[in-house]
């Protein structure tokens, strides 16, 4: 980039943009539809020939970009029910040793290459490739290559009018090659996620183009009634004279310009600061909030530049104001504020497709039950997502993104070598600077990490839900790989916090990270979250922990497990859909599932015990760290979804079926609750929101397992924004392995009810062995004895629906009354399709896995798109611990 003050005359302008003549021809095409792939391995003819004469449509198997070569194969119907017992590891290896064509061609109308530009902008491919555009190669695998580069192709000269036939040989990642995987998540694709993973965009401007604009918000935190806002943007000269344009922006009624003066190829950044512009000070901004904490508002910029009265080129770019802080408190614990007030991150891991395939619906639907479950953040681990979309929908829903490298490229097992052990320990390397730097990187591996970074930051810094960029995940950086990505984000993005790691770790450079990573990853019972002060416990920065596997429903199950492997549960299959290395198997979590809730007679009554298990464990772990907010200022859950039908980490399925974890995590994060501290059983009282409430009564019953009431009191009190509230202690449980039931509510002065939470409780509890700890998880000595459930009084409930349609959506409003004198315990509603019997997904529900106590009558709502059920009204299944199941037509 030249000198600024050397190449450009600036007159400093700041009125509206003047009109000019359009050029409707400029922008960009994403080159998504119309892709064929073949392997090399089976066709003759080479790059030249193949991207200028027509091919064989009978060798080449249609397909859509993004995508990989196994997810091409698989959406082609080459491997059918993939994910049905274990059909992926059938599938034939041998063919993705080699590279592979992917082979497109696009129109161009009027192409005048003197007096235009046409770029190939390729946001990611894996792992190396070879371009070729009408007979000609134009870019070589030696120079591209890497996952996470970002690259821009000159086809000005080679691009004609009419058709354009563009050739990509993509090569298969190698050992030692840093690119995407899901570590011990899931099983390893045989490709190797080898292909186009990201979009290949057509760039068409006139000799003069716009690029990388970013927006750089600052907030007045004090009141928040003032924000600034800089623009940049990169500005080319792509022609051999000197060109004199106008640039100018405009947010929606502010417009700003400068003109300038480029040089022959000049390529130079251009900045609008407030300091120059005035109207780039805004009062009273509408601020881009997380979710519980107000709205997620967004601008729009629209940058143009324009050469003697004609459009050159036009970029528009989406933007929100919001200030990212972090701090570390007095125990040198990590901690983030927005727009100046605290936030505890309630976050759980992201993972995309296995085969890394662009699924927007199924995205949209998955950020929606995100927000729906109260959550206000993802961890992408990684830096996920195919294009842009992932990161919009979350920028529309206020969902706060914690985005960095993968924990496979530090460890040197998954880049191909032997890793040594120490004695006694498996996990554990016995070189330090690998287990705190990761793998001992080359100078050329540190660029390319390097380069990945910056790329990233420049493709992701509008997005206003990106709060922080991590350089390290179970490791950091090493210094002088560090002190690179700390000029890439001086240089690209003053305006958020790098973390050095996800980790425990002391920088030299930047500090303590003030995170931890002790888990545990396998099932722990809920007093372990409160009763911990060492490992995985509610205190400080959990950016990831989680009680381990969550079974989904049955209708889940049967998706991915053949029918003569479906019971008894622990066989071979089921372990194949599991975790991968220590996670391999469900034993730990079965094992307390039997003890604690007596052994199922069938699969359909151990799907169902599942998901009590699945909301006991999940619910404590958030609940604690609100109670123990600002101890507490973050946790991750590991995970939140499945790149593939399976067991473990999900707060949902693959196929987005919610497991009780969904609803027990929904529960636990509302903004205000009430809940119970398991450990010393106290009941608390919170607050996450902006507003400050006064005079809210807690109600507290306590029941034995006949329903009777043994204990009961309510309390009156005001809950300050952003508080916990230590409210009373409930009694001593008494008799041997006796059940209880407590119930809690929370009212405002008024009588509308704010918020409700129900448990479970046993005279006989959990224990852990604290003197046996795994770096994965602690077990139990004792388990807390649930059989009393099984006795229970058997109850039938009322049940009517109300159906309406809303758009798209289907809302479903279920009443449901117990008028008997026995509390109905842990009920599922299930939306059914009418024709297929199947459950409906994606679901909403405000509610499910509820209990009702005696006398009393809940509603709950649900939501669902209407093509999801053959647009015909659905019905609701409805089943109980102690009811029999009833269909609600």
């Not at 183009?209 to 004090?222: G, H, K, M, R």
């Not at 639907?365 to 195919?386: C, D, H, P, T």
């Not at 009084?793 to 449901?816: F, M, N, P, Q, R």
């Not at 709950?860 to 299944?877: A, H, L, M, S």
Request: glycine content about 6%; hydrophobic content about 35%.
């Amino acid at each position: 980039m030249k000198n600024t003050l050397r190449s450009l005359s600036l007159l400093l302008i700041s009125f509206a943009v003047f009109s000019c003549s359009s050029n409707k021809k400029i922008g960009e095409t994403i080159l998504n539809q119309g892709w064929t792939i073949a392997p090399t391995a089976e066709i003759s003819a080479n790059g030249e020939t193949l991207s200028s004469n027509a091919i064989d449509a009978e060798k080449w198997t249609k397909t859509t970009v993004p995508n990989t070569v196994m997810g091409a194969l698989v959406d082609a119907g080459k491997y059918p029910d993939i994910f049905m017992g274990d059909n992926l590891a059938k599938v034939p290896s041998k063919q993705f040793e080699s590279s592979w064509w992917f082979r497109n061609s696009f129109n161009l109308e009027d192409f005048d290459n003197k007096t235009e530009h046409l770029r190939l902008l390729i946001d990611g491919i894996n792992y190396r490739a070879n371009f070729w555009l009408n007979g000609k190669e134009i870019a070589h695998k030696d120079s591209l290559f890497g996952a996470f580069r970002q690259f821009e192709l000159d086809i000005s000269g080679q691009a004609k009018s009419g058709e354009n036939i563009l050739l990509v040989e993509i090569f298969p990642p190698q050992v030692r090659d840093f690119y995407m995987g899901f570590v011990d998540w899931a099983p390893t694709p045989p490709d190797h996620y080898m292909g186009i993973f990201r979009e290949i965009r057509l760039k068409r401007s006139g000799k003069v183009s716009i690029d990388a604009s970013f927006v750089a918000p600052d907030v007045n935190t004090s009141d928040l009634s003032k924000a600034s806002v800089t623009i940049s943007t990169e500005v080319s000269n792509h022609s051999d004279e000197i060109k004199n344009v106008a640039l100018s922006g405009t947010i929606e009624n502010i417009s700003f310009k400068k003109v300038l003066t480029l040089q022959p190829h000049e390529k130079t950044e251009i900045k609008f600061s407030p300091e120059e512009f005035e109207q780039l000070n805004i009062s009273n901004p509408r601020l881009w909030w997380p979710n519980g904490l107000g709205e997620a508002n967004m601008y729009a910029l629209e940058m143009q530049l324009v050469d003697n009265g004609v459009t050159q080129d036009v970029q528009n770019t989406k933007f929100g104001i919001r200030k990212i802080e972090t701090y570390l408190n007095a125990k040198n614990v990590r901690g983030y504020k927005v727009n100046g007030r605290e936030v505890l991150i309630k976050s759980g891991g992201w993972v995309d497709d296995l085969f890394l395939r662009y699924m927007p619906e199924k995205d949209a639907a998955q950020i929606r039950y995100v927000k729906e479950m109260n959550l206000n953040s993802l961890r992408f681990e990684g830096v996920w997502g195919n294009n842009q979309h992932i990161y919009d929908l979350c920028d529309e829903n206020g969902i706060l993104l914690m985005v960095g490298w993968s924990c496979q490229w530090e460890w040197p097992d998954y880049l191909g070598e032997v890793l040594e052990k120490s004695e006694g320990d498996e996990n554990l390397p016995i070189n330090e600077d690998v287990a705190k730097y990761g793998v001992k990187l080359s100078p050329d591996e540190e660029t390319l990490l390097s380069d990945y970074f910056r790329d990233q930051v420049k493709w992701l810094r509008n997005h206003p839900s990106i709060f922080t960029w991590a350089g390290g995940s179970d490791a950091m950086p090493a210094p002088s790989l560090e002190k690179r990505y700390l000029q890439t984000l001086e240089q690209y993005d003053p305006t958020r916090p790098f973390l050095v790691s996800a980790g425990d770790f002391d920088s030299n450079i930047t500090g303590k990270s003030g995170m931890k990573m002790n888990g545990p990853y396998e099932y722990v019972p809920p007093i372990y979250w409160y009763e911990d002060k060492e490992l995985g416990g509610a205190y400080g920065f959990n950016s990831e922990v989680g009680p381990g596997p969550q079974i989904p429903p049955i209708d889940a199950i049967k998706k991915m497990i053949p029918a003569d492997k479906l019971w008894p549960a622990e066989n071979e299959i089921w372990n194949f859909h599991s975790g991968r290395k220590d996670f391999n198997t469900m034993g730990v979590y079965l094992k307390a599932l039997y003890a604690k809730l007596g052994e199922p007679k069938d699969l359909e009554d151990l799907a169902f015990k599942a998901q009590i298990m699945n909301y006991e464990a999940i619910r404590p772990m958030f609940e604690s760290h609100v109670m123990n907010r600002p101890t507490s200022t973050g946790v991750v859950q590991w995970m939140l979804n499945s790149p593939w039908p399976e067991f473990y980490w999900q707060l949902y399925d693959y196929y987005l079926m919610p497991t009780g974890a969904y609803y027990g995590t929904k529960k636990a994060a509302k903004p205000v609750s009430v809940m119970y501290n398991y450990f010393d059983q106290t009941i608390h009282l919170s607050n996450d929101t902006q507003l400050n409430l006064k005079n809210v009564t807690a109600n507290v019953t306590l029941f034995d397992s006949n329903s009777k009431v043994v204990f009961e009191k309510t309390i009156t009190a005001d809950l300050a924004t952003n508080s916990t509230l230590n409210a009373l202690k409930i009694p001593e449980l008494e008799g041997e392995n006796q059940v209880y039931f407590l119930d809690l509510k929370l009212e405002k002065a008024s009588g509308e009810l704010i918020a409700d939470n129900f448990y479970w409780l046993a005279t006989k509890g959990d224990q852990m062995d604290w003197n046996q700890r795994y770096w994965f998880y602690t077990p139990q000595k004792e388990y807390a004895d649930f059989s009393a459930l099984n006795n229970l009084t058997k109850t039938e409930i009322e049940a009517s629906k109300e159906t309406s349609i809303i758009g798209d959506e289907y809302e479903v409003t279920l009443k449901l009354t117990n008028p008997s004198d026995d509390i109905a315990f842990f009920i599922e509603a299930e939306l059914i399709n009418a024709d297929s019997q199947r459950a409906v997904t994606p679901v909403f529900w405000s509610d499910n896995y509820i209990s009702i106590l005696p006398n009393e009558t809940k509603t709950i709502t649900v939501k669902c798109y209407k093509k999801d059920t053959g647009d015909k009204e659905p019905k609701v299944k409805i089943k109980g611990y102690n009811l029999e199941n009833i269909i609600v037509r």
